[in-house]
């Protein structure tokens, strides 16, 4: 190992927790390998140091460009797939996303997330239930649901949208059963006016993310899960931007028509599409 390599990787040897020595010497290690191999030039090294500082005056309370950032460099899903280890039937998780807001409305079984429907859109329903890995149902499991508008925009992101559009907290029944009225969503481009938008032009990528949900299901004694339902067919699913697709996410949907029950259970009177998803949790 290079001397000075050596040397900076000892003045760390004051870190008593044998954890928190490894993250910093072993990031020492190969941040300097890194140098070394790319023989970074004195310039380099300044355009680096300058998107980092411009990286971090970009975020405030409402955006962190350092997540996006790590988004888009895939390391948000490194660190989801060494920590979320599957089990055999386990719903897949992905990304959480810089969008989510906590604190939204508690909605009924069934109850619709949208302020406004319009005349030639039609509701989607998604029902399923929330069980364990021996498929028992979860009752009163805490679903939580959030999702862009037709604009392809959060409410927190869009000043047109109240603050609880197309969002709310749901808990699940008896038989672990939930159903939400929600829009079908649309694929929609990421913040692009920062460093990472930089970044991004500048590699030719694009900004997209393919049309999705958001759902994180939390229930005690059970891991939480944080994941997306993503819709099959969606141009962007194998290009996704910050890369969060997983195979068992990718759901199909159908269009019903109207029917007396489903007028009755929840008030949908015209056709509509549905969604069905079972939602599996761990035990601690
Ligand atoms: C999202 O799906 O909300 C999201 C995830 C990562 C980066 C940007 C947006
Ligand atoms: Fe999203």
Not at 134 to 162: C, H, R, V
């Amino acid at each position: 190992m290079n001397k000075l390599t050596q040397d900076v990787i000892q003045s760390f040897s004051g870190i008593e927790n044998p954890r928190h020595h490894y993250l910093m010497t072993a990031l020492v290690q190969k941040l300097h390998e890194y140098v070394q191999e790319v023989q970074l030039s004195p310039e380099e090294w300044e355009i680096a140091i300058r998107f980092l500082t411009a990286t971090g005056q970009k975020c405030h309370e409402q955006r962190q460009e350092y997540i996006l950032l790590s988004d888009v460099l895939g390391v948000s899903m490194l660190v989801d797939e060494i920590n979320h280890q599957q089990h055999e039937n386990q719903t897949p998780s992905t990304v959480f996303g810089p969008f989510f807001i906590p604190d939204m409305p508690v909605r009924e079984y069934g109850a619709a997330i949208f302020k406004t429907l319009e005349p030639d859109q039609l509701p989607l329903l998604i029902t399923g239930r929330v069980v364990d890995q021996d498929l028992q149902p979860i009752e009163y499991a805490k679903i939580e649901i959030w999702q862009t508008a037709e604009n392809g925009m959060y409410s927190g992101q869009d000043s047109q949208q109240e603050i609880d559009n197309l969002r709310g907290i749901f808990f699940s029944q008896v038989q672990g059963e939930y159903a939400i009225q929600s829009l079908l969503p649309v694929s929609y481009q990421i913040p692009s006016d920062g460093p990472v938008g930089d970044l991004l032009n500048f590699s030719k990528r694009h900004f997209w993310r393919p049309a999705h949900i958001h759902f994180m299901i939390t229930a005690p004694h059970y891991h939480d899960l944080v994941t997306h339902l993503f819709i099959q067919n969606d141009e962007y699913l194998n290009s996704d931007t910050v890369f969060g697709v997983k195979d068992g996410l990718i759901v199909n949907y159908g269009r019903c028509e109207p029917s007396a029950k489903i007028e009755q259970k929840f008030n949908i009177s015209s056709a509509y599409y549905q969604i069905e998803y079972q939602f599996v949790l761990v035990r601690e």
